[in-house]
């Protein structure tokens, strides 16, 4: 197995009393896009500071290429930045912001001007050269952001929640650019982000993070379809939690309101929840043939313009979410149907499963 392109090591970051990263334990492969996603507070942009220099850790050891870092001040450590803000300095044109970086590192001028102009025709700005930050969009800006993080050729690209600040066209474009940038050059990158689809859609390997620890750490499919808790079946879109019995091989919902078939039970045994995904239910006519159906309501029905989203009710209470496809067979409000759950897609988590660390 080859040396770990970034390597952390049983990392800690206190504030005061609180625990802002416990144990830390990460490898991130050469040429790998690597995104470490959860909420607010859970520790990843102080993470993200840490790799970058910009804190210190109190306690383990961060390395590169096999070679120690821990101590090494930002500007010897070959990372790349490109921050949420875009942080362009506004009395530079576009080609002085990008080829600051390469001054500041004493690339000869000849060498500099060949940089920037390749690394701007990679980001599809050549032609704005001359122009400065107030004359462009915010999907250009942080074009010149991406443009200036890659143009002294570092070992590791950092990004701390680029897109946040874009409208969700350009966030989508921009995704698009990234993701096609760092597999063109071969980059090593570490993405910081809140949001799950982008996380999913961008990342050979997601670390999910929660109250300072890496929770669980895998490839989209792994995270998306295997969450192994509670906490990351919900935070990557598992909108339907059905608490579940598990005794005697066989899985009861809620309070007696049916057996649940599920692929396998994985030693399961007591209180649990089974987790679905609104695309992963579906809806038909009360007559219908088909396992694990639930009798239900329509109670809200929203168009999406590509499908439907309802939100249908059991006579006990339980509530569950579908998104449906537009057709024929699509149900009005107050409609009873059958709420169908796929036992291959159910994911069955114990209650008060431990989080499990990533590495």
């Known amino acids: 197995m080859s040396e770990p392109r970034l390597a952390l090591r049983k990392v800690c970051k206190n504030w005061g009393r609180l625990a802002a990263l416990r144990d830390i334990d990460l490898a991130v492969e050469p040429g790998k896009f690597v995104s470490l996603l959860g909420p607010s507070g859970c520790g990843k942009t102080t993470l993200l500071r840490l790799i970058t220099g910009q804190l210190a850790a109190d306690s383990g050891r961060l390395m590169v290429d096999g070679q120690d870092i821990t101590d090494l001040p930002t500007h010897r450590r070959n990372m790349g930045m490109v921050f949420q803000s875009f942080a362009l300095f506004p009395h530079l044109s576009v080609a002085g912001n990008v080829a600051f970086a390469l001054k500041v590192r004493g690339v000869p001028a000849a060498e500099s001007r060949a940089r ?11 032609t ?52 096609q940038i760092t597999r063109r050059l071969g980059i090593t990158s570490i993405y ?35 969450p192994a808790s509670a906490f990351v079946a919900g935070f990557v879109g598992y909108t339907n939690a059905v608490p579940i019995m598990v005794a005697g091989g066989r899985a009861t919902i809620g309070e007696g309101i049916g057996i649940l078939r599920a692929s396998a039970l994985n030693g399961i045994a007591g209180a649990a929840t089974a987790f679905l995904h609104a695309s992963d239910v ?45 057709g024929p067979s699509s149900f009005e409000r107050g409609a009873s149907v059958f709420a169908v759950l796929p036992d291959d897609k159910l994911v069955l988590v114990p209650q008060g499963a431990a989080p499990q660390d990533g590495a």
């Open 282 to 326: 579906t809806l038909s006519e009360i007559g219908a043939d088909a396992p694990n159906r639930l009798v239900c309501r329509v109670m809200e029905r929203a168009f999406m313009g590509d499908h439907i989203e309802y939100v249908v009710e059991h006579e006990a209470g339980l509530q569950l979410r579908a998104h449906m496809p537009i």
């Open 116 to 126: 920037v102009e390749e690394a701007l025709a990679m980001v599809h700005l050549a």
């Open 128 to 179: 704005y050269r001359d122009a400065y930050p107030r004359e462009l969009s915010g999907g250009q800006q942080q074009r010149v952001g991406l443009a200036r993080a890659i143009v002294y050729r570092p070992a590791i690209l950092l990004l701390d929640e680029p897109l946040s600040n874009l409208d969700a066209s350009l966030r989508e474009e921009m995704r698009i650019e990234i993701s």
């Open 192 to 226: 910081v982000t809140h949001d799950q689809r982008e996380a999913l859609a961008l990342s050979d390997m997601i670390a999910v993070m929660n109250q300072g620890r890496i929770v669980q750490f895998g490839t989209p499919e792994d995270i998306y379809r295997r």
